[in-house]
């Protein structure tokens, strides 16, 4: 088996070289390669082109690439950075980096925010978080009243709307998430720490050792 090389294959659209990507991110040399694999799977799994459309995202996560949850949709528009209604492989790596489990509690708890703060706005507010709520239980099939919804709505609030102001801002959420860390849960996904494992036919040695990037 030889190694895998960027000068071996055709290269995606919006490719960076894995030791860019190692270095600003919580991922090895080996286990950015190992996404490689991964990314042009989901790339080429509808559309064929290199870049993962929102239906090909759909598809890698609920196996429906026609399946409508709002909960998808806030996590492919987080990853699409640019706004261009697909995510390159940079944008995959990066955005994917928050789940590492050596990703600092920091980077995730900002992340969780930009998700529930649906309209951009700076600030979450009761509207958004029922939203969320109800598309998080839909994606796990689980089925509340409206009342349930809306107790854990108001108890959210008043644990985490310190001012009273109706929304939470930032600094709440933060304030928030250290006195509730299991709002974090789903932001570790621990398999990739082994990612490379899932992939022992290409991952066999890298052109840059993952020393060479470290400080």
């Known amino acids: ?72 949709d806030r996590i492919f528009d987080l990853f699409d950075v640019k706004r261009n209604g697909v995510i390159e492989f940079g944008e995959f790596v990066r955005s994917l980096s928050v789940f590492h489990p050596k990703t600092p509690e920091s980077e995730k708890t900002a992340f969780a925010f930009r998700l529930y703060d649906l309209r951009c706005t700076g600030s979450i507010e009761k509207v958004e978080l029922k939203e969320m ?10 089925h509340l009243s409206e009342e349930i919804v809306e107790v854990i709505v108001d108890n959210t609030f008043k644990q985490a709307d310190l001012n009273g102001d109706g929304k939470i801002d930032e600094e709440e959420w933060n304030v928030f998430v250290k006195q509730n860390p299991a709002i974090l849960k789903n932001m570790t996904l621990p398999y990739l720490m082994d990612i490379t494992m899932a992939f022992p036919s290409f991952v066999v040695c890298s052109e840059t050792s993952d020393t060479d990037i470290m400080i």
């Not at 600003?24 to 190992?34: D, H, L, N, P, Q």
């Not at 559309?47 to 709002?70: P, T, V, W």
Request: contains cysteine; aromatic residues 10%.
């Open 1 to 72: 088996m030889g190694c895998f090389s960027s000068k071996q294959i055709k290269l995606t659209p919006g490719y960076e070289d894995p030791v860019l990507l190692a270095s600003e991110t919580s991922f090895t040399v080996s286990e950015v390669e190992a996404l490689y694999e991964l990314f042009k799977k989901l790339s080429f799994s509808i559309i064929k082109d290199g870049l993962i459309h929102k239906e090909e995202f759909q598809l890698a996560l609920f196996r429906n690439s026609n399946k409508k949850n709002l909960f998808a």
């Open 133 to 142: 709520v109800l598309a998080l239980l839909s994606e796990s099939d689980l």
